[in-house]
Every structure is written in C-alpha cells, then in structure tokens.
C-alpha cells in the first residue's frame, strides 16, 4: 500500500476513534463541524479537555506539533433562553428560534470580535477558522497545562495597565465593549493577560454599551484593587474611552 493510503487510513481511525467518544457528547451536525477541521486540514487530532461550561467545552486539539483551543458551543446549552433573549434586544434578531442556529451566530460572532480585538491590538488568542458552532483559536498554554485564569494570581503592575490598555484599544480601535469582563475571563500566561470569552461583546455606538462598560471596568477594577491598586472607576472610564491619556 502507498504510505499516502496509509495515512488516510491512519487518518479515519482516528477520526472513527474521536467520534466514538464525542457521539456521545455531540450531535451530528456539531460532530460534522468538527470533521470539517480536521478533512480541510485545520486539525489533526484532539488532545484533552480543558474546560466544561454552561454554553461551551474547550478542547486543547493539534496539528503536527502545534496547539490550539477549539471551543464548540452547545447546542443543548441550558442558558438557551437567556440568549435568545439576549440576541434579541442586542443584535435585534428577535426570531431565532432554532438553538442551532443561535449557537452558530454566537461561534461565529466570537470569531469575528476576536478577529476585530486581534487586529486592533488586543492581546486576544488570535482566530483562526470557524465551522458552525466550533471555534478554533490560538491555544493559551504549554502542551501539558492550559493557562491559568486571572483570577488565580496577583497581577503585577505591568498586568494592570495591559489589561486596561487593552480595554481601551478594543474601545477605541475595535470599537467594541467585551461585556463581561472580569477575572474569569482573562488568561495568564507568560507574562501576559489574553482577554477571552468575547461572544457577546457589542459596538460601542449601541445605547447600551455605556452601561456595559462600565460594568465590565467595575469588575476588573474590583479584582485589581484587591492587590493594593487604588483605580479610580471614573477616570479609568475617561482612559479607556480615550478622553485622557493616563488614568492616573
Ligand atoms: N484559547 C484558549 N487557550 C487555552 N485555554 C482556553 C482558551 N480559551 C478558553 N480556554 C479555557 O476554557 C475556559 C472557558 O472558556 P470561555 O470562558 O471562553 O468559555 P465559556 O463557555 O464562556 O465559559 P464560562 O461560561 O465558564 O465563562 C477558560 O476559562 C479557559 O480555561
Ligand atoms: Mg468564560
């Protein structure tokens, strides 16, 4: 046999062996979408679990010797009607009826918020494909351990003014509010806080993301001060949205 048959064959029995585990997890289309991954040549095989949430399962997943994190939103997720609910009033979709294709729209609004955050500077696992309600992005961490969150360190100096100069680029630049910020969803590694999670980020032109803003910078500032920082909430606003220079 040609070692290209070799390879194919070697190929499905992976694929066959990653399907019986995730047939159990996943429904078709969702298994389809991953398939699409790894026949379009994004992926190769997958490598652990990393986390487990409400709406979604993170995988760490390769390709030769490279790492990436695939998150692929559940279409069973339980929180279906706080989203739909949410889609609603934000994005004016008031019809979505199918789970299904809520989830893509959520996968597919995290590709393009990180794609955006990613161009405008934001330290951010940078987007690589999306399939439907799967994601593939930069993987965060060695080949052994995923990056921690920041919730589980004490943020340097340097740390606190990339994450709020990171807000404010995404502000700014990208134009976007994240929406839910706070210690959960940042990652450490290296020296550095990448902002994740950004799914449900909005325009920073909707009526709303004042609010939301706000909100997100009480969040961050409420971990961060813990550490003996003294930010002001309010000029910390003016920074990031770019009315003064430094915000302290
Ligand atoms: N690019 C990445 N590299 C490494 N780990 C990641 C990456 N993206 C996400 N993770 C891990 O997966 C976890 C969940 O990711 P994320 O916050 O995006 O999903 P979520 O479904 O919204 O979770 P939750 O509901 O808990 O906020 C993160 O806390 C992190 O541990
Ligand atoms: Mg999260």
């Known amino acids: 046999m040609f070692s290209s048959d070799d390879k194919i064959k070697k190929e499905e029995e992976k694929l066959k062996e990653s399907q019986k585990v995730f047939g159990y997890v996943f429904d078709n289309t969702t298994l389809l979408n991953i398939y699409k991954f790894f026949h379009n040549g994004y992926l190769e095989r997958f490598e652990f679990p990393i986390a487990s949430g409400k709406e979604s ?37 008031g019809k979505i009826s199918s789970k299904r294709k809520l989830m893509n729209e959520w996968a597919f609004r995290e590709f393009e918020n990180l794609k955006n955050a990613y161009e405008a500077g934001v330290t951010v696992p940078r987007p690589i494909k999306v399939y439907g309600n799967v994601v593939q992005m930069q993987y965060i961490g060695t080949k052994t351990r995923p990056a921690i969150q920041l919730k589980d360190i004490e943020p340097s100096q340097q740390i606190v003014e990339q994450i709020i100069g990171d807000i404010r680029k995404l502000y700014l630049k990208g134009k976007l509010v994240h929406g839910d910020i706070s210690e959960y969803n940042f990652l450490y590694y290296r020296g550095k806080a990448y902002m994740i999670d950004i799914a449900q980020a909005i325009s920073n032109d909707d009526p709303y993301s004042l609010i939301l803003l706000k909100r997100d910078l009480n969040n961050i500032i409420r971990f961060l001060n813990k550490f003996g920082y003294s930010l002001n909430i309010d000029s910390v606003i003016k920074y990031v949205k770019g009315e003064i220079d430094a915000f302290r």
């Open 57 to 93: 399962i993170v995988f760490a997943a390769s390709k030769g010797n490279k790492f990436f994190a695939v998150k692929i939103y559940k279409v069973t997720a339980s929180n279906f009607k706080n989203i739909r609910e949410y889609a609603a009033s934000r994005w004016g979709i």
